[in-house]
């Protein structure tokens, strides 16, 4: 959580961390999220946290990486950590509207690993949305898992797409996180009985799947 | 030696607060997780007696804007701002906790008796099988302490809520913000509740030195956890001299088997659980079930109500 003193906070993702050096991607979505993103050299924001947990990681699997929207910093670090690991692939997938929006895309590069970019409108890459193109590398190649994190129906599809193809999901989810210590209640997967801060923001589809049959 | 003899009794842990039976005296305080139906069940599948829903108003409310919480290893700091999404989607949502067996009780807020009892009365055709009218949140303007400590105030919301619902099981939820809860509590019962829950938050503020701003966006908030424990105990005291036959639940700062028997020393029949969520767990509801059947087992007690009645001083 990023706190604007006398303003507010806004739930966010580190995607770097290195001594005292902090790097992440805020949306602006109106309200106190519009501030945060205002601030310039010099002005003070608190950080709390880290809250919840990211994406799953074995060595030796192979990982189809979906992000859209502000959805990249969780698999910039999943990515961090994937390749220090022995015999781990993975496919890293980029989408957004149009090319300007494709946040983070040379944070990826500078890892040495490729990112295959997907847009709406065509101006980068893959023609499409983000899931499609997963979808159409999927039937070319196995991998054990899919992991997506970005707007819901784009988490919504990239489930399904791992449900058809029998293979592990995760997906990370935005709620109204607020408290971000697990007692408010606020940012609840309807229907799991599950916090975004305390027992997420990532969700596997085991889980996701038995409150959907609920 | 183990033996035929060393079989354990059967240890009953149910408790009754007037009309409410419980399965053990732990119930979920109001505030905490009871937004939602999968969370509330979640709450009783961990082990809680009953829960006690958020608030809801008439309408939807934003709530604020975080920071909503802080807290240290003496208390906790929040204005959440009693959110919500009103009483229409509310009572849905009270309607998919499947959970038969174990009551739930839906707090309810409101800026005028009218507000209050009709409320009241769509969360108990929802399916509620209580209320607990808040009377005493004291961060938001317009409702909670500044009705709730009045007690002509208080009486009016009650009697409101009393004449909408003659049969309705209704908790009045206390403010600690006041010199006499004992008036308070009076008025609550002379409006015709059931019983009472002492207590809510106490109001209080905190900053951060380094960013010279304050702990909560709403700049003031309540006090929970272990600095409200003695508040609570004093006023649960309070309110059993002067009304020695009200039902009356306990609530501020119970982490431990040892902080839940101080309540019922003190007069409660029951305590809710809230802060020590934060730290514990729902898990904690299970933990203090299993240390309070130890106590039984050890003071050679069979149940809790015999057992509790023998603790008062």
Redesign the interface.
């Known amino acids: 959580?990023a706190?604007l003193?006398?303003?507010?906070?806004?739930?966010l993702s580190v995607y770097y961390r290195r001594g005292r050096i902090l790097k992440f991607l805020v949306e602006d979505y109106g309200?106190?999220s519009t501030k945060v993103a205002g601030v310039r050299p010099n002005n003070?924001l608190?950080v709390r946290g880290p809250y919840g947990h990211g994406f799953g990681l074995e060595s030796g699997k192979s990982y189809m990486l979906v992000a859209g929207g502000s959805g990249a910093p969780p698999v910039i670090n999943f990515i961090r950590a994937a390749r220090k690991l022995a015999r781990t692939r993975f496919t890293y997938i980029l989408g957004a509207r149009t090319a300007d929006q494709l946040f983070l895309l040379k944070e990826v590069e500078k890892l040495g690993a490729q990112v295959f970019p997907a847009t709406d409108d065509g101006s980068m890459g893959f023609a499409g949305n983000a899931v499609s193109l997963a979808e159409s590398l999927l039937e070319d190649s196995h991998y054990d898992a899919l992991y997506a994190c970005g707007p819901e129906s784009m988490l919504e599809s990239a489930r399904e797409l791992a449900e058809k193809k029998k293979i592990r999901y995760e997906g990370s989810y935005v709620r109204d996180?607020?408290?971000?210590?697990?007692?408010?209640?606020?940012c609840?997967m309807?229907?799991?009985?599950?916090?975004v801060c305390a027992d997420g923001p990532v969700f596997t589809g085991e889980v996701l799947a038995a409150?959907i049959r609920k | 030696m183990e033996g035929v003899n060393t079989v354990r009794r059967p240890i009953d842990l149910r408790a009754k607060v007037g009309r409410l039976q419980l399965d053990s005296p732990f119930m979920l305080a109001s505030g905490i997780l009871g937004n939602e139906h999968s969370l509330i069940m979640r709450a009783y599948r961990a082990g809680a007696s009953a829960v006690v829903t958020k608030t809801v108003f008439n309408n939807a409310r934003n709530g604020y804007t975080p920071p909503i919480y802080f807290e240290n290893e003496y208390y906790a700091l929040n204005a959440v701002g009693l959110p919500g999404s009103g009483v229409e989607h509310f009572s849905e949502e009270l309607a998919l906790v499947k959970e038969e067996s174990k009551p739930l009780i839906a707090s309810v807020g409101g800026t005028s008796p009218e507000e209050f009892s009709g409320v009241a009365q769509r969360v108990i055709d929802a399916g509620a099988d209580a209320v607990e009218l808040n009377l005493s949140c004291p961060h938001v303007a317009g409702t909670g302490s500044e009705i709730g400590s009045k007690p002509d105030l208080v009486k009016e919301v009650v009697l409101a809520v009393r004449d909408a619902l003659p049969r309705a099981l209704i908790f009045a939820k206390l403010t600690p913000n006041t010199h006499d809860i004992g008036e308070l509590g009076k008025a609550a019962v002379e409006g015709g509740a059931d019983g009472l829950t002492a207590v809510n938050t106490l109001r209080g503020t905190g900053f951060d030195v380094t960013l010279r701003a304050p702990l909560l966006s709403h700049g003031y908030g309540g006090v929970s956890g272990h600095a409200l424990h003695p508040v609570a105990l004093y006023a649960v005291q309070n309110l059993r001299t002067v009304l020695p036959d009200t039902p009356i639940i306990g609530v501020g700062g119970v982490y431990s088997i040892e902080d839940a028997l101080e309540f019922f020393i003190a007069g409660a029949d029951a305590v809710q659980i809230g802060t020590a969520i934060r730290k514990r767990g729902l898990k904690i509801f299970g933990e203090l079930r299993d240390d309070l059947a130890t106590r039984l087992r050890n003071a050679r007690a069979s149940d809790f109500l015999k057992f509790k009645k023998e603790l008062r001083i």
């Open positions: 959580m706190y003193p006398r303003v507010g906070e806004v739930p309200g106190v003070i608190a996180v607020r408290c971000a210590v697990g007692i408010c209640g606020l609840v309807e229907g799991l009985g599950l916090l409150g």
